[in-house]
């Protein structure tokens, strides 16, 4: 039996329901009608509350917090909306993940579930693998490096944001997508800049600066 509150009219003769756009259920009922009465009519039209709250669930998504995407900030939702595909999209600001479960069963809590935090940890490795794909080679032909690098990987390491390795394996952190793209361009410059000095040397930071003239307000970013 859903939740609902009563108001109570002078003139009303009969029982009459309602849905608020926050989903919340109100009775107008005559004065003299019993609460036992009033409950019976509302449980026999569960199926129309039903139906009327999976509707609404149409038109809206839960909020589940804000979520950086390249620096800029969108607000997280999951919900269902019968105009656009199942899957993720970026909308009206909104990060927005459309799925006919939510639908038929509206998400009510704000909190992620496990199955919900596999499909946002997807996201954010698949996008910022997209981004990276594109920009690795373009930074890589800029600095005019002698050396190529390997395989690139994308890992969630809680204690770095990139690698590279003795074979020139790179390995980059996807949560930097939520850093704005000059950020994310001087992990980059890093990584490439070590194909060539494997340390931390002078002559590494000077082909770090050559190609990223901010890199210690960039590195600093990166460490709030
Ligand atoms: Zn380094």
């Known amino acids: 039996m859903p939740d609902y ?39 026999s039209q569960s199926d129309w509350i039903q139906r009327v709250l999976a509707q609404k669930a149409d038109h809206t998504p839960t909020h589940t917090g804000p979520y950086r995407l390249f620096g800029r900030e969108y607000q997280l939702f999951f919900g269902y909306r019968p105009d ?3 899957g993720w999209h970026i909308v009206d600001h909104q990060v927005f993940y459309n799925s006919s479960r939510y639908h038929l069963q509206p998400k009510t809590t704000v909190s992620l579930t496990p199955d ?9 490795k ?5 981004y990276v794909t594109a920009r690795l080679p ?57 194909l060539v000095h494997p340390d931390h040397s002078r002559a590494f930071w000077a082909l770090v600066a050559k190609f990223d003239g901010d890199y210690q307000k960039h590195r600093r970013m990166l460490k709030h």
């Open 84 to 86: 656009l595909s199942i």
């Open 116 to 124: 919900e935090q596999h499909k946002l940890a997807t996201f954010t």
């Open 138 to 194: 373009q930074l890589h032909a800029r600095m005019n490096l002698a050396v190529a690098y390997h395989q690139v990987r994308f890992k969630n390491q809680a204690s770095c944001w990139g690698s590279c390795s003795s074979a020139g394996n790179l390995n980059f952190n996807y949560q930097l997508v939520h850093y704005p793209p000059e950020v994310i361009d001087y992990v980059l410059i890093h990584e490439l800049s070590h």
């Open 5 to 43: 509150t009563v108001h109570y009219r002078a003139g009303a003769r009969t029982i009459r329901l309602s849905i608020k756009p926050d989903g919340s259920l109100h009775v107008h009922a005559p004065r003299f009608a019993s609460q036992r009465t009033i409950a019976q009519f509302v449980a």
């Open 126 to 130: 698949n996008t910022f693998a997209h």
